[in-house]
């Protein structure tokens, strides 16, 4: 029986057991984060790991473990994954490396949202304050305060995101 090909850096990530549990986005910046990547856009590694995604579910080599409306998709590989390609104890050193690397820009993105929620709260309070003292001015308020209701939900969303891609990292070790 022949052996799908799979890229042979993306292998080395896979095999390396940093990514028994992954996200596509997770993989995808892990992969793009290689000195030996060839991909020169981000775009170009995220395809890349879409199609062998979409192999590796083909093949029975990997199985989506996340509910069915929950974003990122979390995927582990399965026992046919290591019995086909085995499993090496020998960490890549460069997948450690990326890994941690992307674990620590993935909090710096995380607390400078963190900021930016703030911000975006202090505007939010300022704005019911203006409301009250100045109530003939509302019309010009209610749209400033739209906007920083949704710089709020949006940076929400995406500490959300991050927190959750963070917790993914942790469970897979």
């Known amino acids: 029986m022949n052996r799908p090909k799979i890229n042979s850096e993306l292998l080395k990530l896979l095999k390396s057991g940093e990514f ?3 996200t596509c986005p ?3 910046s892990a992969y793009f ?7 020169t856009s981000k775009k170009g590694a995220n395809k890349l790991i879409s199609r062998h995604v979409k192999l590796l579910l083909s ?3 990997a199985e989506r473990v996340s509910a069915k409306n929950t974003r990122p998709i979390s995927y582990r590989l399965t026992k046919k994954f290591y019995q086909n390609h085995g499993h ?3 960490k890549v050193s460069d997948v450690g490396e990326v890994k941690s690397k992307f674990t620590s820009e993935l909090k710096d993105r ?3 949202y963190k900021i930016e929620i ?5 505007e939010v309070e300022e704005y019911e304050e203006i409301s009250l003292a100045s109530p003939e001015n509302l019309t010009e308020i209610k749209e400033l305060y739209r906007q920083a209701r949704d710089r709020y939900s949006r940076t929400h969303g995406k500490i959300k995101a991050l927190e959750k891609m963070l917790a993914t990292i942790e469970q897979a070790h």
């Open 59 to 61: 093949e029975s080599f």
């Open 88 to 90: 090496t104890d020998q």
């Open 118 to 122: 703030l911000e975006a709260v202090g």
């Open 20 to 22: 028994d549990v992954f």
């Open 33 to 39: 984060d290689l000195p030996s990547c060839k991909n």
């Open 26 to 28: 997770a993989l995808t």
């Open 110 to 112: 995380m607390r400078n």
